[in-house]
């Protein structure tokens, strides 16, 4: 069997501010030899005032800038304008991902020339310390990969190790590490309260090979899955974003099946499903950097109430239907519930609304009053 | 002191000319700037006459342009023009600068945003066949936003020009067209839809029709009720009205 091997990211250039040039981050990355690290008094580039270019986003991955974050590492996972909430928090470690999906929406909502990791983790874990003492009894579920992989960059930061030792000590409250990575190896042998939860975006073969590149496959992300259960890490999937094919009905079935094969039900924390969305503006820096072979401009997708694009409601709720009844077919239990989507989705797909659905109503129960 | 002086054509700097849509008052001098060479920064349409009034002014060339040519009052594509002639023009958007000048003049009178002009650099070849198009049928400036984006997608599809060229003169029969092309699929599921719906018994006085307003379709169902008793009577019969699931799941 093939080592989970996790590449370092290739930069064309690195530059570390002078405030953090000998941090813990900044001395490890600058020993990887990735590029020619420059120490700087500021920021290198600005942000743009409007979306970067197809050109300038692919540029941004290569260039990476390490400095503090001077604002909030917390906040309320901003979902979407009419979705059911899950009660999801995130944590934000640094912007920008060096894989390269044809769908990320992060090419809609970056206008940052470079990539960048937050040095400051410690500050990041002593806002959590306030929160959760203002929050005693709110099971929090925290997530780093929301405008970062979870995963990607731990070879430069070790932060899975940080986090989970953390999280060792709050054994309330929950962290979820998302990625497609399959770099696990940082905390996979560390002591842990069973409180991280590694959750890995998957999708088919096919989709991961057409539409996700330079991220691991699909058989070593559920490899690195399979290494985490066996570590006693929870496991969670995101099925998310479900891409339309001509043969979709295969490649999902063929997924539902891997996953199944390799998990029980009461090994899986969450699956959760969505399907392709992203703003209209997103169309131009698609096409610059896909053009029109990809199946994320191909597809078929009208304007939704939350202005975003989005295929039809019916085959929505058609590919959620089928995904979810092959995974209830193999057993009931299996905890899959809908990100991102609006009551409508909900009602077609469980015929309720999410916190009356078993296994997964917790999740979107309303949280307590701060102390 | 300004200096009003007259040239010839030939003697002045044309370089700032940006076809600004406005003629420059006849009743005024050509301005220019003398930076080393004496650049004409208003008056442009003049370069054809022989002999020209000019006024020269003092101050720096882009500060004197900006001046006479306020930027609130240029359209997307003249702003542009202005902004290339000053070396400010966006990388991104230079091609625009390639567009035929019937149709900058068109996108330009229908207010037509920059940003909605991107999907054209991948349109370059169906430049002249959609100048000619949008000129004649006169789009409003959503449709020219819908028409482009749909163009632009059919032509990453390697459609054909004439697969996309308008049958009528409407424009929104082209859009229609051109959606049902782009979206063979939801075109063929509301078509079904929608006669399937023709197909059932709707109770006397009920119309109903499969509408789409964006990812969702949906029964818009009108009856018109003019008494008590025929609210009773549309309530039992609506009720016998059978409509599958799969209608909405196609």
Redesign the interface.
Known sequence: MEPLIWPLPKLDELYIHNDVWDSEVAIRVRSLNLAEAVKVAERPYKNQE?QL?GREFTHSKKRLYLAKHEGHFFRKCPGTQGAACCNYFVLNLGVQCNMNCSYCYLQSYINSPLSQIYTNIDDALSELDEISLRYPTSPFRVGTGETIDSLTFDDLTLYSAKLVEWFRGHPKLTCEFKTKSCNIKNFINLKHSGNVVVSFSVNPHKIVETEEHETASLSRRLRAAQESRDHGFPVAFHIDPMIYTEDWKKNYFDLVNEITSLFKSNEVRWISLGALRYPP?M??IL??RF??STSS??G??????DGK??????????MF?FVMGEFKKRDPKYPVFLCMEAP?SWL?SFETTPRNVENISNLFKPLAAPV | MPILSTYSSHELDWICDFKPRKVWPKVLPVIAVNDGSIKVVAGFERRVFETISVLIVEGDLETVMRALHMAGDLRPLEVLRFENALGHAPNTLRFLLTLPPELQSFLDEKQVPLKALRPLEYLEPWFNHITEKLVKLQPSSSQVRELLDLLCDLKMQNRTWAECEPRSDLPSDWCVELFKLRNPNLTRSDLNSAQFLESVSWPKNVRAKWERQGDQGSINIQARISNPKEFQNFKTSIQKVEVKDELWNR
């Open positions: 409007g270019s503006s169309k131009n096409r610059e053009g029109g401009l191909a078929e997708l009208f304007l939704s109430d694009l989005r295929y039809d409601l019916g085959l929505r709720t058609k239907n409508e077609g």
